[in-house]
């Protein structure tokens, strides 16, 4: 049986409403950790995802370019 991710309680999902938490009260504390940002997802950074590198460093604003292949 899971368990809730506030109070660490078993929770049956096919009678609990609030599933996946227990009851209300750990569905809103665990709304308030995300909305005091105590809570977040990670910024997982790919070598070619530098936005200082490449193609905003034009000084363009970041206009999109037109793709030439796609050109008449």
């Known amino acids: 049986m899971p368990r809730c991710p506030v109070c660490d309680a078993a929770v049956d999902l096919t009678a ?22 105590s809570y977040s997802v990670p910024d997982v950074r790919r070598a070619g995802d530098d936005e200082s590198a490449g193609e905003s460093a034009g000084g363009d604003g970041g206009a999109a370019r037109p793709d030439p292949d796609l050109e008449e």
């Open 16 to 37: 609990s409403p609030t599933g996946p938490f227990c009851s209300d009260r750990c569905r809103l504390v665990d709304l308030g950790r995300w909305l005091d940002e």
